[in-house]
């Protein structure tokens, strides 16, 4: 089992920056790709991006070249949001994968979850 604590969310203004960051514990040595996904009110959840046990990355057209997705090490994944803009408003989830290698945008590859955390952007 492996349990995801998701922090620094919460309310920024249009174009500032925001780091969450997530860390993971238990059985933290089967963890191997990571992402977060978002679910905005009334929308349903997606990815926002994920990052391979081996580095590479994957990122929603939306967010690319705003947000950054890294991990700290490998307990730990980061998303950088810059230039936040308000439709980046909504809950955003971290999630794991122990079984797969490669950056999945399918939410079904990921088989643990944090509890979410609020990112408000007003304009």
């Known amino acids: 089992q492996v349990q995801l604590v998701e922090s620094g969310g919460g309310l920024v203004h249009a174009g500032d920056s925001l780091r969450l960051s997530c860390a993971a514990s238990?059985?933290?040595?089967?963890?191997?790709?990571m992402g977060w996904y978002r679910q905005a009110p009334g929308k349903e959840r997606e990815l926002v991006a994920a990052v391979a046990s081996g580095g590479s990355t994957k990122y929603a057209d939306s967010v690319k070249g705003r947000f950054t997705i890294s991990r700290d090490n490998d307990n730990t994944v980061v998303l950088q949001i810059n230039s936040a803009k308000s439709e980046d408003t909504a809950v955003y989830y971290c999630?794991?994968?122990?079984?797969?290698?490669?950056?999945?945008?399918?939410?079904?590859?990921?088989?643990?979850w944090g509890q979410g955390i609020q990112v408000t952007v007003s304009s």
């Open positions: 238990g059985d933290t040595f089967c963890i191997s790709a």
């Open positions: 999630a794991t994968s122990t079984t797969i290698v490669n950056a999945s945008p399918n939410s079904r590859d990921y088989a643990y």
